[in-house]
Structure formats: structure tokens, C-alpha cells
């Protein structure tokens, strides 16, 4: 059974850094790309960022790059989402995500969330 859980969320200055993880379980973790997104309230989740398997590839979304690093441990089975100068905008709860195969199909695997909350 596949599980995803995120920690490190938390309160923080405007400027200030959190790392956020997350510890994965219930598939082969170094074969597949993880993502991390986020939702604010009331509204849609978006996708912030991606990485590949092994990890030679990132990708992220325009409104944290250059801020935001991911980053993957294969032994851990962990995925990292380091955010740096944080913004009021970043308040919002991190998802980590896996789009794993099925027997009917891919779908998505969301953790609980962690709450990140960016204020002065």
C-alpha cells in the first residue's frame, strides 16, 4: 500500500527557509518521478515542482524558481522540497505526489499535507 507523508511545515517570516519532506512507502521509490505541490485557500492545487527518478532533471513552477530546490534521497525513499526567501504568497498546504501504475491505469498518490504558513 502506498503511503506518502510530508512534514516540516510550519510558520515563518517572510524571507525565512523551511525544508519540507516527504517518506514514501509501498513502491519502488527510485523508479519514479515524485512532485510536490501546494493549495492555498480556496484555491485549486497547483503543481510546484519535479524530479526525476535518479534525480538528473528538475523542473518547477515560474512563481518559486530560483527559490525552491527538490531533491530526492533513493536509499531514504524520502523526497525534499528545500524553500528559500519565502513569500506571503507560499502560504498554502504541500502535497507530495506520485503518479504510479495501476492495474486500471495511473493515478495519483497524495500525502496528508503539511502546513506552511508565511507571515509577519
Known amino acids: 500500500q502506498v503511503h506518502l507523508v510530508e512534514s516540516g511545515g510550519g510558520l515563518v517570516q517572510p524571507g525565512g527557509s523551511l525544508r519540507l519532506s516527504c517518506a514514501a512507502s509501498?513502491?519502488?521509490?527510485?523508479?519514479?518521478?515524485m512532485m510536490w505541490y501546494r493549495q492555498a485557500s480556496e484555491k485549486e492545487r497547483e503543481w510546484v515542482a519535479t524530479?526525476?527518478?535518479?534525480?538528473?532533471?528538475?523542473n518547477y513552477a515560474d512563481s518559486v524558481k530560483g527559490r525552491f530546490t527538490i531533491s530526492r534521497d533513493n536509499d531514504q525513499n524520502t523526497v525534499y522540497l528545500q524553500m528559500n526567501n519565502l513569500k506571503l504568497e507560499d502560504t498554502a498546504v504541500y502535497y507530495c505526489?506520485?503518479?504510479?501504475?495501476?492495474?486500471?491505469?495511473?493515478?495519483?498518490?497524495w500525502g496528508q499535507g503539511t502546513h506552511v504558513t508565511v507571515s509577519s
Open positions: 505526489n506520485a503518479y504510479l501504475p495501476t492495474a486500471s491505469g495511473p493515478i495519483h498518490y
Open positions: 509501498g513502491f519502488t521509490f527510485r523508479n519514479y518521478a
Open positions: 524530479i526525476t527518478n535518479v534525480g538528473g532533471t528538475t
